[in-house]
Every structure is written in structure tokens, then in C-alpha cells.
């Protein structure tokens, strides 16, 4: 991988009198490592009929830096998980380019872990079998396992894939079960544990705990959170709840649309960095509620219509980004729209 | 209290009652033909349109134990139960038509994978779906003078009269599946770093293998159709043929027990499959 080369590896295959090229490039590779995911002036529209299209995003530009947990929140509809499938490979832009770990995405491929609200398990595969899935298809293809190194990568393999259940809060004695044998927060767990045996350092998420009660999603909320602690990949997590959003990022960026017209897609409304990350209602008290405010105003289309005397959470959050000052819990990376 | 109204929707007979249910229209079905073979028989006591018990009987007894007409083996006085049912007309042609079939269900494999190619490769797609479209709606007996011309009247034309009836429901159906398989299964897939033939045959085929299991279940009745007609046009062994053999001698004692073979036949073809599906996919039926 890019990131992992070091500077005399780089340079190894350049001539002496080119040092200052040598430097550039690995202040390029070294650039193009941190940003993770690159989204470069992205649009997507579907043909409507003969001769309208309807937008679904407009003009997306992002840059995700390595180690970023990023949500994608907006109302139903917005096209944020057109953007996520994009970042997959699954779509393709009508226009923009799309690059993740250095290169542009256009096919699905196991640059990213991937985990789905529904269908994230193969239903036919134990959950060991789930998990060894990955390591087992990525060295040994469909004839691959004819090779004699095959069963000793597997008990390799096995011993992780017992390690990450653990990790993940399950039993051993739930890796003979079968998916539908497990409850849905069981199932997402073994789905995280899954992409992470990949060992992936991009980790694409959409709605993965919106099918789950309160208290089981609340209980996977932490375990993400700390899973990403501790190995820092970068995470896109898709959502439409704003509290969620608020206690799992460390960037949060709002889509919403300026008007309900088919011809106009979705933009970035709120591209919000958190300076802590893991805001919540009990952590934050006041700050977390005006900033929830703040976000919902934003996805629906900036207009807050119970004011009730006070200045709007728009305007707190103004020019002069009066609440970061105040609370410093978060500053703004900027307000597009 | 055991709801008794038929019409209601909530009832829940109890397992006897059920099983009670399901006897009766098999107890009703004996005793009309019970009834109608004894009535004729007080008129005619050599009535062979419906035999009586003593003639279906005998007529089972020679079916199981003697040579058919044509062949020329005659069993030793002193031949076992097994030697003599070895040689039995019925054995004879289940044999017969039981190897058509068989090689017709081998052939229909092929099918099943290019299927899974159709629904799941859009070159596939494009080259093939259409055609089979098309295909699906050709009445396959209506091609069974072609294929007696091409193949001759031996076993080919009554196989390919099978695999060309059955193939393209088959390739239809289990196109449908492949579709049907969630989106989000395969794209995680691939971020596993599984390829194209990975994704194709330990994503996708696990997934419908137990869907395409039925679905050969539910085709089991039509194969059997296609071979029936062809052997009853031309062949000279086969279950079949002896009962279309057997019409021109009014031999009802014959042809009753041999209906009510095949039906035990594919009974039996039909719930091994069931037991395989279950052995081998016992997620599936969750």
C-alpha cells in the first residue's frame, strides 16, 4: 500500500540529480495517504423519462482524511447513500471523480469493509465461516484451496476470527450458529468483526444500526466507537439520526437540498468538525441540544419555525460560529450552502 | 376447545383430526372405485375396465414377478423372489424409463450454472435471457417430431424431448433467483476481496442452491410428462410404453398399479430431495 512505503523505497528508483522531484513525490504519496477518501466535484443524476433527469447530488467535494470517523446524516432521500455506494464502486458519478487510498474508485473491491443495514451476513455461512470468509477468499480464490498451504492459513485464519468474536462481545459457542439463529445486534456485530478481519483502513457503513432497538444500538454505538479508537481506520457511517451522529463522529457533514425540485440535487449544508467527538446528551447537556438543533434546521432546509423568542441554532451558528466559541465542543469546517 | 367450522380461519384442528382430514379423501376415493369395480362385476363378472382387488392382484403379481411379453427369459422353476423380479416387467421398465429420466435430470445441470451466469453476469444477460424468453414459450411436444428426425427414435430424442420441455422454465426460474439474491450480499463480497467466479458460485449458488432444489421438485411432474409422451410415441421398453402396450389390451390390472408406481416414484424422488435440502441447507428453512 501507498502509505506504508518508506522514503528510501520511494526514492530507490530515482536519479540523483532529481532529489527535489524525489521530495515532491513523497510529499504527493505522503498527501494522498492522509486524504483517505477523495470526492472531487461530484454529481449524480437518473434519467426521467425522455428528456428530464432528476439530480440526486450536486456538486459534491470532500476531502476524508485518514483516521477520520465521518457521518453522512441528512432526511430520507438526500443522497447519502448514493454517495456511500459511489464510494463503494457500486455507482458511478455522472460526474466527478471518486478516489479512496490513492486511487480512483470504479468497481467494488475490498479497499473498503462494508457493512449494510440488512443482508451484511451470508445467511448460508455459520458465523466463523462468515468471518474467515475474507482472509480465506483474499489468498485462496476458488481453486486456491487445492493448495497444501491452504489448511494451515485456515487454522491461522480460524484463531483470528475466534479472536475478533470475542472482541466483538460474542461467544465462542455462537460461531457454529447461523445468522438468523442470532439477534440483529448480534448479526451487525459479527458484520463489524467481519469487515475488520479484512484489516481494511477504510470502513463504509450505511444505516448499519438503524434496524436495532434503542438499547442494542446504543450498546453498538460504544463498541464501534471503541473499536475505532483503537485501530483508527477511516469510517463514512450513513445515518439519519442526529444523535447518533453526534456521539460516533469526529466530522459530521449534513446533506440536504435547497428545494424540493427535481433538477436540484442535494449539497453539503454542514460540514461540521467535532472537537471531541462522542457528544451526548448527558456529556453535553444544553450544547448537545442546540447543536442537534443546529443539524436538524440544516437537513431540513434551514428553517426553524418554532423560534419562540429565541435566536435560531442557524444563528447561533453564524458567521461568527458563536456557539463553537462559546461551548468549544466543535468548530465548522464550513457552512456551503 | 377445538374450533370445528371449516371456515374459520384461526382454527387449529388438533393432529389427530388433521390427520384424520387428510385420510378422508383417499378413504372416499377406494370406496367409490371399490363400489363401482363390485357393481360391475355383479353385472360381468370379467369386467376388466375396473378390476376388481383378486385381479389387480394378480395383475401386480405378474407384473412383479414374470418377463414381459417380449422378452424371450423364462424363469427356472426354482428361481428366488429376487431372480424373478430382476427379470419383472416392471422392473424392466422402471429401469428403462428411471435412466432417460436420470440422464435427463444430469443433463439439466449445465442449465442450472449457465442460469446462474444469466442472472448474475450482464454479458450473460444480454447473450442469453431473450433467447430462453423466447424458448420458454415453444410447446416442447410440438418438437417432437423434430427431434425424433434428428435423433432418431431411440433414447436421444426422448431425453432431449425432456432437458428441451424442462431447460428453459428452469433457466427462467433460477434466473429469478440469482436476481433476487440481495444486492448488499454481493457487493460484500467483493469488498472480501472475493472475484467474479467466487462471487458466482460460493456467494450466489450456495445462496439459491436450496431454491433451485425445489424448483426441480416442482419440475419432477413435467419431466416425467415429457417422458411419458415420448415413450409413449416410440420406445419399446419403459413405464409408459407397458401402459400404452397395455390400453390396446384393456389390461387395467396392469396399467392401475403401474399409475400408481409412478406416482410412489416420484413421490419418493420428490422427498429425497426435500431430506437432501434439508441435510445440506438447514439454514434454508429458517
Not at chain 1, 92 to 111: C, F, Q
Not at chain 2, 20 to 42: D, P
Not at chain 2, 268 to 282: A, E, G, K, Q, V
Request: hydrophobic share 45%.
Amino acid at each position: 500500500m501507498v502509505s506504508s512505503m518508506s522514503t528510501p523505497e520511494i526514492t530507490a528508483g530515482l536519479p540523483l540529480f532529481g532529489e527535489e522531484r524525489a521530495v515532491r513525490a513523497v510529499a504527493e504519496v505522503e498527501a494522498q495517504a492522509a486524504k483517505s477518501i477523495s470526492i472531487e466535484d461530484v454529481s449524480v443524476s437518473y434519467a426521467l423519462g425522455r428528456a428530464a433527469r432528476r439530480s440526486v447530488l450536486e456538486n459534491i467535494s470532500l476531502e476524508i482524511e485518514e483516521g477520520e470517523f465521518v457521518v453522512l446524516l441528512g432526511e430520507t432521500g438526500c443522497g447519502k447513500s448514493t454517495l456511500l455506494r459511489m464510494l463503494l464502486g457500486q455507482e458511478r458519478p455522472t460526474e466527478g471523480t471518486i478516489s479512496v487510498a490513492g486511487s480512483k474508485v470504479e468497481r467494488v473491491d475490498a479497499r473498503s469493509g462494508y457493512v449494510p443495514q440488512r443482508y451484511s451476513l451470508f445467511p448460508d455461512r455459520t458465523v466463523l465461516d462468515n468471518l474467515m470468509m475474507g482472509p480465506l477468499t483474499s489468498n485462496y480464490h476458488i481453486l486456491g484451496r487445492l493448495r497444501p498451504s491452504f489448511w494451515g492459513a485456515r487454522r491461522a485464519v480460524r484463531e483470528e476470527a475466534f479472536r475478533q468474536l470475542a472482541h466483538m462481545g460474542l461467544q465462542a459457542s455462537d460461531a457454529g450458529k447461523y445468522p438468523h439463529q442470532l439477534s440483529g445486534g448480534m448479526q451487525q456485530r459479527v458484520a463489524i468483526a467481519q469487515a475488520l478481519m479484512m484489516k481494511n483502513r477504510v470502513l463504509l457503513m450505511d444505516e448499519a444500526f438503524s434496524a436495532l432497538d434503542p438499547s442494542t444500538r446504543g450498546s453498538l454505538q460504544r463498541l464501534l466507537r471503541s473499536v475505532w479508537s483503537e485501530t483508527r481506520p477511516t469510517v463514512v457511517f450513513v445515518t439519519h439520526n442526529t444523535a447518533e451522529a453526534l456521539f460516533l463522529g469526529t466530522r459530521v457533514i449534513v446533506l440536504a437540498r435547497e428545494s424540493k425540485d427535481d433538477a436540484c440535487g442535494s449539497r453539503v449544508a454542514l460540514d461540521m468538525k467535532l472537537a471531541e467527538g462522542g457528544m451526548t446528551l448527558r456529556s453535553h447537556g444544553q450544547e448537545f441540544l442546540d447543536l442537534v438543533e443546529h443539524i436538524e434546521a440544516v437537513s431540513n432546509g434551514g428553517r426553524l419555525t418554532d423560534l419562540s423568542g429565541r435566536r435560531t441554532a442557524l444563528d447561533r451558528c453564524g458567521e461568527d460560529s458563536g456557539l463553537a466559541g462559546r461551548v468549544g465542543v466543535f468548530h465548522e469546517v464550513g457552512e456551503t450552502r | 376447545m377445538t374450533n370445528l367450522s371449516p371456515f374459520d380461519i384461526q382454527a387449529r384442528p388438533n393432529r389427530l383430526l388433521a390427520q384424520a382430514l387428510s385420510a378422508v379423501l383417499f378413504v372416499v376415493c377406494i370406496g367409490l372405485y371399490m363400489q363401482t369395480s363390485i357393481a360391475r362385476h355383479r353385472e360381468n363378472p370379467e369386467d376388466r375396465v375396473v378390476p376388481s382387488g383378486h385381479q389387480l392382484l394378480a395383475g401386480v403379481r405378474s407384473a412383479v414377478l414374470e418377463p414381459a411379453e417380449e422378452d424371450d427369459y423364462i424363469a427356472p422353476d426354482n428361481a428366488s423372489t429376487w431372480e424373478r423380479l430382476r427379470h419383472s416387467m416392471i422392473w424392466k421398465d422402471t429401469a428403462s424409463s428411471g435412466k432417460r429420466f436420470f440422464i435427463s435430470l444430469g443433463l439439466l445441470i449445465p442449465f442450472v450454472v449457465l442460469a446462474v451466469h444469466i442472472g448474475l453476469f450482464p454479458w450473460f444477460g444480454a447473450g442469453f435471457l431473450r433467447f430462453f424468453l423466447f424458448f420458454d414459450k415453444i410447446v416442447a411436444l410440438s418438437l417432437l417430431p423434430i427431434l425424433f428426425i434428428a435423433f432418431g427414435i431411440d433414447e436421444w430424442s426422448k431425453i432431449a424431448l425432456i432437458v428441451i420441455g424442462v431447460a428453459p422454465t428452469m433457466i427462467l426460474d433460477v434466473t429469478q433467483m440469482v436476481k433476487a439474491v440481495p444486492q448488499e450480499q454481493i457487493v460484500k463480497a467483493f469488498t472480501l476481496d472475493a472475484n467474479n467466479f467466487d462471487v458466482a458460485y460460493r456467494v450466489v449458488f450456495r445462496q439459491v442452491m436450496p431454491q433451485v432444489i425445489n424448483s426441480l421438485r416442482l419440475n419432477l411432474k413435467p419431466m416425467m410428462l415429457f417422458l411419458f409422451a415420448g415413450e409413449m410415441i416410440a420406445a419399446s421398453d419403459g413405464l409408459a410404453y407397458r401402459i400404452a402396450i397395455m390400453r390396446r389390451h384393456m389390461g387395467m390390472d396392469v396399467i392401475l398399479p403401474y399409475v400408481l408406481w409412478v406416482a410412489l416414484l416420484l413421490f419418493l424422488i420428490d422427498f429425497s430431495l426435500r431430506t437432501i435440502n434439508r441435510r445440506l441447507h438447514p439454514w434454508f428453512q429458517a
